[in-house]
């Protein structure tokens, strides 16, 4: 129903920047809120950002609160993760995500949404 395509990942020195794009296609009138996830090799799919789609209000996880700026382009049906001030423990492959409707679970947990990508590997060397 809802497709979604990350891009811009890659390599890049701790202490630089990335910026991510989500492209989103299908049935898409229904967007409530978009967010991206990352997860590294071994540990659990982890919260990153979240962007509340008609008011464009976000939500961020403490440990990139400060460094990573999340944004929309309504129009477009994408989404963006703005990375700076990378860490090697920034390290992961990066997902976005769709919630078509609100859940009870909220935008801070896998559960909240609906849709998912195929991931974008983001890798910082030190």
């Known amino acids: 129903q809802v497709q979604l395509v990350e891009s811009g990942g890659g390599l890049v020195q701790a202490g630089g920047s990335l910026r991510l794009s989500c492209a989103a296609s299908g049935r898409t009138f229904s967007t409530y809120a978009m967010g991206w996830f990352r997860q590294a090799p071994g540990k659990e799919r982890e919260f990153v950002a979240a962007i509340w789609w008609s008011g464009g209000s976000t939500y961020y996880a403490n440990s990139v609160k400060g460094r990573f700026t999340i944004s929309r382009d309504n129009a477009k049906n994408t989404v963006y993760l703005q990375m700076s001030s990378l860490r090697p423990e920034d390290m992961a492959v990066y997902y976005c995500?769709?919630?078509?409707?609100?859940?009870?679970?909220?935008?801070?947990?896998?559960?909240?949404?609906?849709?998912w990508g195929q991931g974008t590997q983001v890798t910082v060397s030190s």
């Open positions: 995500a769709v919630a078509q409707r609100f859940r009870s679970a909220g935008l801070g947990t896998p559960a909240g949404y609906d849709y």
